[in-house]
C-alpha cells in the first residue's frame, strides 16, 4: 500500500531524510522489495550452505579454494540483478510511476550483459585497487557505486555507466562516502540485532540442526534488511543525479 499522503520525492535530501524516505518506501511495499531481493539472496545462499558445507569436508587447500570459488561466482553475477531491480522500483516509483516486481526487473533483463559487464569492471578495478594499499579501492567503490543504476535506469553501455557514476560522484566523493557509510552501518546494526535474536531463539539446538536453523534465519534476516539498504542507495543515487542534472529521468 503506498503512502499517497506523504509521497517520497526526488530532489536533493539530507541523509537522515534519505534514510527515512528508504523506511517509509520500503514500509509501503514491502512485499515487491523483499521478492526482488529473494529472487537472488535464496539461490545464492543455498549455494553458499552448499559450499561450506563442501569446505568443511574438502582434505586440501586446493579444493577448498576451487569450491569457494563456485560460490562466488554465482553470488557476483546473481546479487547484482536484486540491486539493479530495485532501483528501478525506487526511481520508477520517486517518478510516480506505476511500480511491480515484472515491470523493475524488465530493464535488468534488457540490459543485463551491459550491467554485469560494468560490475565486472568495477569489481575487477577496486580489487586491484585494495591490493594497491587499499585507499585507490575504497576511492574506485564510491566512484563507481552508482554503475548499476547508471545501466538500468539510464540505458549506459559498459564504459558510459562507469563514466555517468564518476559524473554523478565527482565533486562529493566524501558527500556520498558518508552517506554510503551511514547507510551500511545502519543495516550492519538491524542485522547484528536479529541475528542475536535468532542466536538466542536457537541455542538449545546442537549440531547440524542448530548450523541449518541458523542458516535459514540469516537468509530470512538478509531477505528483510537488504531492500532497505538496496532502496536507500537507489535513492543516494536520485540525489546525486538531481544535484547534477537537475531533474530526474527513467530511460525509455
Known amino acids: 500500500m503506498s503512502d499517497d499522503t506523504h509521497p517520497v520525492q ?5 541523509i537522515g531524510e534519505l534514510l527515512s524516505n528508504a523506511f517509509r518506501m520500503y514500509r509501503n511495499e514491502p ?14 545462499g543455498i ?36 540491486g539493479a531491480a530495485i532501483s528501478v522500483a525506487t526511481v520508477r516509483r520517486l517518478l510516480g510511476d506505476p511500480v511491480g516486481a515484472g515491470a523493475s ?58 563514466r555517468r557514476s564518476g559524473e554523478i560522484v565527482r565533486g562529493s566523493w566524501w558527500t556520498v562516502f558518508l552517506a554510503y557509510l551511514v547507510i551500511s552501518i545502519v543495516a550492519a546494526v538491524a ?27 540469516s537468509t530470512l534476516v538478509l531477505l528483510v534488511v537488504e531492500p532497505f539498504l538496496l532502496i536507500a542507495v537507489a535513492l543516494l543515487y536520485a540525489d546525486r543525479v538531481v544535484r547534477t542534472d537537475g531533474r530526474l529521468e527513467m530511460a525509455g
Do not use: C, Y
Open 10 to 14: 526526488p530532489g536533493p535530501t539530507s
Open 31 to 44: 512485499m515487491m522489495f523483499i521478492l526482488l531481493t529473494a529472487i537472488t539472496v535464496i539461490p545464492v
Open 47 to 82: 549455494i553458499s550452505a552448499f559450499a561450506s558445507n563442501a569446505v568443511s569436508d574438502a582434505e586440501t587447500t586446493g579444493r577448498a579454494a576451487a569450491i569457494l570459488l563456485t560460490a562466488v561466482v554465482p553470488a557476483v553475477l546473481l546479487l547484482p540483478i536484486s
Open 105 to 162: 526487473l524488465e530493464p535488468v533483463g534488457a540490459h543485463f550483459w551491459n550491467l554485469i559487464g560494468a560490475l565486472v569492471l568495477a569489481t575487477l578495478g577496486v580489487t586491484v585497487g585494495m591490493f594497491a594499499l587499499i585507499i585507490p579501492g575504497i576511492f574506485l567503490a564510491i566512484f563507481w557505486l552508482f554503475a548499476s543504476q547508471a545501466v538500468v535506469v539510464e540505458g549506459k553501455g559498459v564504459r558510459d555507466a562507469l
Open 191 to 217: 542485522r547484528f540485532v536479529l541475528e542475536l535474536i535468532g542466536g538466542a531463539i536457537f541455542l538449545a539446538l546442537d549440531g547440524t540442526a542448530r548450523t541449518t536453523a541458523v542458516g535459514i534465519w
